[in-house]
């Protein structure tokens, strides 16, 4: 394998604070996906995504003016960073698309393939090497989802692909992360996202049928949402940006123990022996992946 272009400053000592930022990235955006699901009940998902977003991307506005530094929103490097928010809106836009048209579990299962899809695109692109230890835990990882969701086989259709596709693009955002200068401030990446998302919402929900009246009791919960969208994708910012993309991607699946946990809290979903055998193997499969990233630093 090609040596990395980034000489071993980033070893198992640097990724370890990059893993938990990107545990409590996946925690915070389990815990607006299940704020998005109680809206849901009240106002259709496109509406509920424009106004999540717009709460998100007021906080980015407001913490920069506080700090007089909204100038610093605007990205140095406009293309890198539009183009990775692009890849997100259509990340989003297809993964709604393959909710539409496969059951949760299918499309939960497959869109989980980002970390096979990152740890491949590393190795081509950027020519992180990942060992036998860590393959074999970026796979574990993705057999552990398989048991915790227990996909039924189906004739395939074009939910999968959409899934498929959603999976590469979040992946290939994950990646451009690591191209873009260090000088790019986090904030503009994020408000380059969300300026994105939220076009890409609002232009949905008004081809859908438009605004719905909306209680403020759902307000308030499109505000706390937006803090968590915002605080999630501050957390996977940074620690992408600080850690080794092939090493960090597995830590997606934890994204299922977060599932769990919120679904007892809030809808009283019971947790299934499957979903605690899955967690234990993807657990396993995170441990691997570190353990390999100290072999090869």
């Excluded at 920069?64 to 490097?77: H, I, M, Q, W």
């Excluded at 200068?181 to 929900?205: I, K, N, R, W």
């Excluded at 850690?243 to 997606?252: E, K, M, R, T």
Aim: include cysteine; proline fraction near 5%; charge should be positive.
């Amino acid at each position: 394998m090609p040596d990395s272009p980034h000489p071993p400053t980033l070893r198992a000592s640097a990724n370890l604070p990059a893993i938990g930022g990107v545990l409590a990235a996946f925690g915070v955006f389990s815990g607006c996906d299940a704020l998005v699901k109680l809206m849901s009940a009240d106002v259709r998902v496109p509406q509920v995504t424009f106004m999540t977003t717009c709460a998100a991307f007021a906080l980015v506005i407001g913490r920069a003016a506080s700090n007089g530094t909204l100038s610093g929103l605007v990205p140095k490097r406009p293309r890198l960073a539009l183009l990775r928010a692009l890849l997100l809106a259509g990340d989003t836009l297809l993964i709604h698309y393959a909710f539409a048209m496969l059951p949760l579990a299918q499309a939960y299962v497959l869109a989980f393939l980002t970390p096979v899809l990152v740890a491949v695109l590393a190795y081509i692109l950027l020519g992180e090497r990942l060992s036998w230890t860590g393959q074999l835990g970026v796979l574990l990882g993705f057999a552990g989802v398989a048991v915790a969701l227990r996909p039924a086989g189906v004739m395939l259709n074009l939910g999968h692909a959409a899934a498929i596709g959603s999976a590469l693009l979040f992946a290939a955002s994950l990646i451009l992360l690591r191209v873009i200068e260090a000088e790019e401030s986090d904030d503009a990446l994020v408000a380059a996202l969300l300026f994105m998302l939220g076009c890409g919402a609002f232009g949905v929900t008004m081809a859908t049928g438009g605004f719905g009246r909306v209680a403020l009791p759902t307000l308030a919960y499109a505000g706390l949402a937006g803090t968590l969208l915002y605080a999630g994708h501050a957390f996977l910012v940074r620690a992408f940006r600080s850690g080794d993309a092939s090493v960090l991607a597995p830590f997606q699946y934890s994204q299922i123990i977060w599932g769990c946990l919120y679904g007892v809290m809030l809808f009283g979903n019971p947790i299934e022996t499957y979903t605690i055998a899955g967690g234990v193997i993807i657990i396993l499969s995170g441990w691997l992946v570190l353990k390999s990233s100290r072999e090869i630093n």
